[in-house]
C-alpha cells in the first residue's frame, strides 16, 4: 500500500511538471517566435529529461523505501508471531501453575487434616501412656505391697512353727520296771542315745519353707512339683489350691491343702 501511494505521487507530479514545461513552451513560442521557440522546446525537453531522470531516481528510492518498510513489516508481523507464540505459552504456564496451586491447596489441606488426625492420635498415645505408667506404678506397688505381706506371712509362719500346739507323749520306756533290771538297763540305754527335749512327729510332706526357694513368699507350680514329684496330677492339686486364682500358692493357701504336724514333747523315764 506504502508504494502505491508514492507511485501516484511521483506520477502526478511528473504530470504537474510536463504541464508546467508545455505551458512554458507555448509562452515561450508566442512570446519570442518560432526561432526561440525552438530553443525553449530544447530546453524544455533538457529539463523534462531531467526532472524524468530526478523522477526515476525518486521512484528508486521510494521503491528502495518501500522494500526496506516491507521487509522490517516482514520482520515485525515475525516478531509479533513470535510474542503471541511466547504469550500463548506464557498463558498454558499460567493455567498450568494455577492448577499446582490447587493441587497443593488440596494436599496442603489433607496435610493439616492428617497432621491434626497424628496430633489426636498422639494425645490418645500419651493418655494411654499415662495410663500405663500409673497401672505399672500400681503394680509395683502391688508387687512391694505383696513381698510385704509374704515378708510378713513368713515371719507368721515362723511364729505359727514356734507356738504349734504339743502334744505330750509317756515314753514307754518309763514303765518297763515289770521286765526285770536287764529289760530296764537296755531301756536306759535307748533313752541315752535318743535324748532330747523336743521332738515332732515324723513329717509326710514338705514345709512351704523348704519349697518357696526363692523366699519371695510365694510358691509356683515348678516348686510345688519339687516336693511333689510322684503326684500325678500335681498341677490339678495346685489349681485347686490356689483359691485366688493368681498362679502362686501363698503360705495360708498351702497350709491349707497340707497342714504342718505338730511339735511333740517326749516324756523321758526317770532314773531310779
Known amino acids: 500500500m506504502l508504494g502505491n501511494n508514492l507511485t501516484t505521487r511521483i506520477a502526478i507530479l511528473l504530470l504537474v511538471v510536463a504541464g508546467l514545461l508545455g505551458s512554458a513552451i507555448c509562452v515561450a513560442a508566442h512570446s519570442l517566435g518560432c526561432r526561440q521557440g525552438e530553443a525553449a522546446l530544447t530546453q ?64 496442603l489441606d489433607t496435610a493439616k487434616e492428617q497432621i491434626a488426625d497424628l496430633t489426636r492420635k498422639a494425645a490418645d498415645s500419651d493418655a494411654r501412656i499415662k495410663r ?47 521286765h526285770g533290771k536287764k529289760n530296764g538297763k537296755n531301756n536306759q540305754a535307748a533313752a541315752g542315745k535318743k535324748r532330747g527335749g523336743v521332738a515332732s512327729l515324723p513329717r509326710t510332706t514338705p514345709s512351704f519353707s523348704e519349697l518357696d526357694t526363692n523366699h519371695d513368699g510365694r510358691l509356683t507350680l515348678d516348686e510345688y512339683k519339687v516336693g511333689y514329684p510322684d503326684v500325678a496330677n500335681v498341677e490339678e492339686e495346685f489349681k485347686a489350691l490356689d483359691t485366688n486364682g493368681d498362679g502362686t500358692l501363698s503360705i495360708d493357701e498351702y497350709k491349707a491343702g497340707h497342714p504342718d504336724p505338730p511339735v511333740v514333747h517326749v516324756t523321758r523315764a526317770k532314773k531310779n
Open 44 to 107: 524544455a525537453k533538457t529539463a523534462l529529461a531531467q526532472a524524468t531522470s530526478q523522477a526515476e531516481e525518486v521512484r528508486k528510492d521510494a521503491a528502495e523505501q518501500v522494500e526496506t518498510a516491507q521487509r522490517e513489516n516482514d520482520h515485525l508481523k515475525k516478531q509479533l508471531e513470535t510474542a503471541q507464540a511466547a504469550l500463548e505459552q506464557q498463558a498454558e504456564k499460567l493455567a498450568a501453575a494455577e492448577k499446582d496451586v490447587l493441587r497443593l491447596r488440596g494436599d
Open 132 to 178: 500405663a505408667e500409673d497401672t505399672a506404678a500400681q503394680s509395683e506397688e502391688a508387687e512391694r505391697a505383696a513381698r510385704l505381706e509374704a515378708k510378713a506371712a513368713k515371719k507368721a509362719a515362723v511364729v505359727a512353727d514356734a507356738k504349734a500346739p504339743v502334744v505330750e507323749i509317756q515314753d514307754p520306756r518309763a514303765g518297763n520296771k515289770k
